[in-house]
């Protein structure tokens, strides 16, 4: 269960067995959800941290005439909604993209590891400042990339991200978004999407079909994304 986000931390620092064992037994259950469930609403004053074990959400916020912004991906080894220990509540609803299984951690257990393993606090520290960082290049991308841009940045940082977790071992990750749902995470119409992945597909960068993208390309992939991994703090 633990395997993709142990793999992400040991980029940033190595932990030892205590402190493996500490973070893989603090899961109280786990939980099913449909797909296009809310793991948790905005408003929400949480009590337990959930961690993705199989599937994909989103970070996303709503207005009131019901248009949705999508502000991250979360995949397996990620976690939703760490910082909530820190905050009164959810400031963003987490939804997911696809059916989907997910660890519910006890609030309680957390603090428990930032107050007496600070080495495995500091590498999930190191997780949340590299979410944030994440949230600043898609803000980056919707603000100033062109379209075909977006989508190119967007396919590297997630091969990175299936990289670091040791979710796949070449250039082919699982893709289960539809055009919508990469529409509302980078201001497109499915439309506009359509025609992006087309360009994409026609100057030989990827392919992408039956829910898997295969990045054919990738420095040609990140020439079109101007894509630096810096902001992933990856070591």
């Not at 142990?6 to 939980?31: M, W």
């Not at 337990?48 to 397996?76: N, T």
């Not at 992006?196 to 420095?219: F, G, M, P, S």
Request: charge should be negative; glycine fraction near 6%; hydrophobic fraction near 40%.
């Amino acid at each position: 269960m633990f395997d993709p986000l142990l793999k992400k931390l040991q980029h940033y620092t190595d932990l030892g067995k205590k402190e493996v064992s500490v973070l893989c037994s603090a899961p109280e259950k786990t939980r099913q959800f449909d797909k296009g469930e809310h793991i948790i609403s905005e408003g929400e004053n949480p009590v337990v941290v959930h961690m993705m074990v199989e599937g994909w959400a989103c970070r996303c916020k709503m207005l009131s005439d019901g248009r949705e912004q999508i502000m991250g991906y979360l995949i397996k080894g990620d976690m939703c909604d760490l910082h909530v220990t820190l905050l009164s509540h959810m400031d963003h609803s987490i939804r997911t993209l696809t059916s989907a299984t997910v660890a519910m951690i006890p609030q309680e257990s957390i603090e428990q590891i930032f107050e007496d393993y600070p080495r495995l606090a500091r590498a999930l520290s190191w997780s949340m400042t590299v979410d944030e960082a994440i949230t600043r290049h898609w803000i980056l991308n919707v603000g100033l990339r062109s379209a075909e841009a977006r989508v190119a940045h967007l396919f590297c940082e997630m091969l990175l991200r299936f990289q670091t977790a040791g979710l796949t071992s070449d250039n082919t990750i699982d893709m289960p978004l539809t055009q919508t749902n990469m529409g509302e995470a980078l201001g497109l119409t499915p439309v506009h999407i359509n025609r992006v992945l087309q360009r994409l597909r026609q100057k030989n960068l990827i392919t992408l079909a039956h829910k898997k993208l295969v990045v054919l390309d990738l420095e040609g992939l990140k020439e079109v994304a101007e894509f630096d991994d810096a902001y992933l703090h990856i070591r």
